[in-house]
């Protein structure tokens, strides 16, 4: 057991020992969801604050019910209808949810690092929710409890990860905490999205995707981010679609047992076929459910630590 | 072994092998005593040291009554009223593998301080159902208590100072029966 962490920033900076006990502590609370009463008092009387500058529902969504079922009380805060659209500065903004005392502060932005700053003079706890193209933490903990709870293990096993890597923080999370735990990681998708730089992160990079799902055992699809491509990194979708979508020809030249995942929103008949999406070795609903659990164990723990012990460990 | 051990008081053996299983045989007469309706009564073990112990009166209870006892295991680590003031502490799995609403439900721990832990135990147990009644088996009783808590069924009273620790020693765990009464 070991977790003295104040914020979670990032899965980069934990060991495997960190993961492994948010894994653990995330079994535990998927247990509490699956009674007739889902709902424990561990952060009774917090406050937590949803602070999501840039777009969001299943992550919001799975933040805002992971603490209602912790018995904390939640803010939700959204850019549209809020005093940034004034010329507030984030500082300032999450200065004055501070004020409000505040126990915890949930950030998404699409400025990299933006967790951090917040984290270097805010006297909360702050958990980043997805920043910019840098790092969904909770995203990689949640594919990776799916993982060990689906597979038994994460070492040794081959995971693909298919499509947008250069703009997906998803996928930078993912590699990080799979690599960590002792999983091969191999990237795929049109070389314009998947530069080789990434085999600096400890993985593969391969642009044929028959050999990139061949030998996996977990498919994880990632969606294209149109919002984050600042110019055509693909000549259209459907070209897209035919050389690196998961349609069924591809699937069968498979492993039986490879799971397909997806951290959603899913564009059907672009990077997964229809019907996959919905096929039984398809664990993108069950990666939801687990998603919860997970937020459920990072705001327990997180909410841990902030006693004479981890002001004495500085 | 630190080098300064040598200088540590000896542990005190405060009960040994034949005696927790005496402690434990009693228990479990007196909880039969207790309750009439054999049917009716199901062992909860708050983890980790009420676990087997739990387990361990279930069998027991079996033999005395001649049906089986059902047992689970019950966290408390989420219902504690201390999760702000230390680090997470780690959650073990709650298995209650029968529904407790209408039971007799024996709360069984290993030892009996404070009695946080006992009160954490109630209120984890309401989420499960609603018990008829709950009754609070433990080995070792060692005072200080900070709430209005009592055991129904004591192993053994041991009068302690706050300086001291217990520590019960079990074969499934630990490997050998025992409890020491050690000087921090």
Known sequence: MSWNRKHLLDIESLTADEITTVLDTARAFKAVGERAIKKVPALRGKTVVNLFIEPSTRTRISFELAALRLTADVINFTAEASSLKKGETLKDTARNLEALNADIIIIRHSATGAPHFLSRFLAASVINAGDGAHEHPTQALLDAFTIREKKGRIEGLNVTILGDILYSRVARSNIWALTRLGARVTLCGPSTLVPRVFEQMGCRVTYNVDEAVAGADIINLLRIQHERQRKTMFPSINEYTSLFGLNKARLARTKPDALIMHPGPINRGVEIDSEIADCGRSVILEQVTNGLAVRMAVLFLINGGKGPQEVAAG | ?184
């Open chain 2, 1 to 184: 072994m630190g080098r300064f051990d040598f200088f540590m008081p000896e542990p005190t053996v405060i009960l040994n092998a034949s005696g927790l299983q005496r402690a434990l045989s009693r228990i479990a007469h007196e909880i039969a005593e207790r309750n009439d309706v054999s049917g009716d009564v199901g062992l909860v073990g708050v983890q980790r040291g009420g676990v087997y112990l739990a387990q361990r009166l279930a069998l027991l209870l079996r033999e005395i009554w001649g049906h089986p006892v059902p047992a689970g295991n019950l966290d408390v680590g989420m219902h504690r009223d201390d999760l702000d003031q230390q680090a997470a502490p780690r959650i073990h799995p709650t298995v209650i593998p029968f529904d407790i609403t209408g039971k007799t439900i024996v709360l069984v721990d290993d030892v009996l301080f404070s009695g946080r832990t006992t009160r954490a135990a109630l209120d984890a147990l309401n989420d499960f159902g609603r018990p008829k009644r709950i009754q609070l088996a433990v080995l070792i009783d060692r005072g200080h208590r900070e709430l209005p808590i009592r055991a129904d069924f004591v192993g053994k009273n041991v009068p302690t100072s706050l300086s001291e620790r217990i520590d019960v020693r079990l074969k499934e765990a630990e490997g050998e029966d025992a409890v020491y009464l050690e000087k921090k």
